[in-house]
């Protein structure tokens, strides 16, 4: 029976310790992903604005920057709570159809593979809860408070 003993013991601890380096891998990939899509651009308060270089602690806690055109005015979610808050089934299927108010391109979310979505959610929950939520958008025509960044575009063309 001994004889048998390391090979149970890898049997029963292998995977778990497999599943702890797929998740950190996806920890890793989620964090990369998070970099180069832009999500910190709005979703980081202060990280456009430092270069980068905010402290991971204040990642994805959204911001009270508003972003103001026709639509009405929106703000950048804290994403530590949004996605914090779904389990990854419920995750996937609000990435796969979310239609989000501007300038948040849905289009690049609702377009990731599973692999993606899965290692954003696994990131973001990495980082723990944090902040509060954003504030709640503004219907069109009313005045935001400040800060605020403003869309102005043209009158459309006459056809």
């Known amino acids: 029976m001994l004889r048998y003993l390391p090979a149970l013991v890898l049997a029963v601890f292998l995977p778990t310790l497999a599943g702890a380096t797929d998740t950190r891998d996806a920890i890793e990939r989620g964090?990369?992903?998070?970099?180069?899509a832009g999500c910190h651009d709005c979703h980081t308060p202060g990280f456009t604005g430092s270069g980068g270089k905010t402290p991971e602690a204040q990642w994805f806690t959204g911001d009270r920057l508003g972003f103001s055109g026709p639509w009405g005015t929106t703000y950048p979610s804290n994403l530590r709570r949004t996605i914090g808050g779904l389990d990854l089934a419920a995750w996937k299927a609000y990435a796969r159809s979310a239609v989000l108010r501007p300038p948040m391109p849905y289009?690049?979310?609702n377009a990731m593979t599973d692999a993606d979505l899965e290692?954003?959610?696994?990131f973001t929950r990495s980082l723990g809860p944090a902040g509060e939520a954003a504030p709640s958008a503004l219907p069109p025509g009313t005045e935001p408070p400040l800060p605020v960044f403003r869309l102005e575009?043209?009158?459309a063309a006459p056809r």
């Open 107 to 109: 289009w690049a979310i």
């Open 119 to 122: 290692a954003l959610w696994h």
């Open 31 to 36: 964090r990369y992903l998070a970099r180069i």
């Open 153 to 155: 575009l043209p009158p």
